[in-house]
């Protein structure tokens, strides 16, 4: 039996690669007799980008650029297909990793590192741009990228904006006359791992403003600076950003680029998949476990869990899906793609000593799925 182990990230606790290992482990610790392989997934999320380009045998490139806030620090992209093709992860510019809790304000967190870095690879003269945009500390439509690239903003008066929702508050212009020209030399493709408008209730600002630091009333002020910033770019380009799939990724930074450099957006597990050749993998296995930290209705949405069953089930290949948490009643959808779901928790426990023992867990529960496979066999 040939095991092919493809979880993503075990949100605040484990990261892909980890929870690889030690579903391995597990499995290797069992009564199994059986081989194994690790590909760890992302989709679109937190640590896309570093996956891409280890998976690609990439090179990475190290930079110094601002963060949210604009203080100066190390940051990296890389290159992959023969240096043709960059490799950007907004989290390692802009995101929340970067920032104590304390200091988290998407008023004033700006994109603008994450531009620096596009720059960077436009300097390597890249044909080629993937942004993986997960992990952001910034709500700001992509202006602070845009900035970066050289897009000017405007009040009524005809003073400069600071790029950023608090000052783009008066926005009343874009200027792109001075936009960085190699950019649309470049196909730039952005890994969105959520399907969200910019709009709305369940838009950038009302879902995943609390997230980066806003309270509800910088939620509301969000809102209206990315609502004036679609009517602004409706008049100057004809495009609705607000109806944009996948727009409200990164705080509407996917609209933004999507907008104004013409950006590809696409499903972040989809993309992932097909550019790490996942499918030449998936072809050697009888068993493909994946997982994440929660496995729900909302995976079904375009998580890496459900990118790679469906990808299991065109194969006819069985899942077996590993959470932290999982339905507590039946789910039929959930059924139809996942063979197996189990949570992999012991005992009651609050959610700080549950995130202590994921990996412990993971190898535990993994080691009972293989004297499971035994069994079933010995049947």
Do not use: W
């Not at 610790?29 to 992302?42: E, M, N």
């Not at 896309?48 to 110094?64: D, Y």
């Not at 290159?79 to 304390?102: F, N, P, Y």
């Not at 992990?135 to 950023?164: K, M, N, Q, R, W």
Request: proline share 3%; with cysteine.
């Amino acid at each position: 039996m040939h095991i092919l182990i493809a979880p993503n990230a075990f949100k605040n606790s484990l990261s892909a690669e980890d929870a690889a290992a030690a579903i391995r482990k597990g499995l290797q610790s069992s009564k199994l007799s059986c081989t194994v392989t690790c590909f760890p997934i992302a989709d679109g999320g937190d640590g896309t980008g570093s996956l891409i380009i280890k998976q690609c045998k990439g090179k990475i490139i190290k930079k110094e650029v601002h963060d949210p806030l604009g203080k100066k620090i190390m940051s990296q992209f890389g290159l992959i297909d023969k240096g043709k093709t960059a490799v950007i992860e907004m989290a390692d510019a802009s995101g929340l990793r970067l920032l104590h809790k304390e200091g988290l304000n998407p008023l004033v967190a700006s994109s603008y590192g994450t531009g620096e870095l596009i720059r960077f690879a436009l300097d390597e003269g890249v044909d080629k741009i993937i942004i993986a945009m997960g992990g952001s500390a910034t709500v700001d439509g992509g202006c602070g990228i845009l900035g970066a690239l050289g897009t000017s903003f405007f009040d009524e008066a005809g003073e400069f904006l600071d790029p950023v929702p608090q000052s783009l508050a008066n926005l009343a212009r874009v200027d792109p006359s001075q936009l960085d020209q190699r950019i649309f030399k470049c196909e730039v493709v952005v890994l969105c791992d959520v399907n969200t408008k910019l709009l709305g209730p369940r838009g950038s600002a009302a879902i995943f403003g609390p997230q980066k630091g806003a309270g509800t009333k910088e939620v509301i002020k969000l809102e209206k600076f990315l609502n004036n910033l679609d009517e602004i770019t409706y008049k100057q380009t004809g495009k609705r950003i607000a109806a944009m799939e996948y727009g409200g990724t990164a705080g509407g930074a996917a609209a933004g680029l999507s907008a104004f450099l013409n950006a590809k957006l696409v499903n972040g597990i989809a993309y992932f998949l097909q550019i790490t050749g996942f499918e030449a993998e998936l072809q050697k296995c009888n068993v493909l476990i994946t997982g994440e930290g929660s496995i729900d209705a909302q995976t079904l949405q375009g998580k890496g869990p459900f990118g790679v069953a469906i990808q299991a089930k065109l194969n006819h290949i069985p899942v077996i899906g590993l959470a932290g948490l999982v339905p507590v009643e039946e789910n039929a959808a959930l059924n139809k793609y996942f063979d197996i779901l189990m949570a992999i928790g012991n005992g009651e426990t609050d959610l700080r000593e549950a995130l202590k023992h994921t990996a412990d867990n993971l190898v535990r529960t993994s080691r009972i799925i293989g004297d499971l496979l035994v069994l079933n066999k010995q049947v």
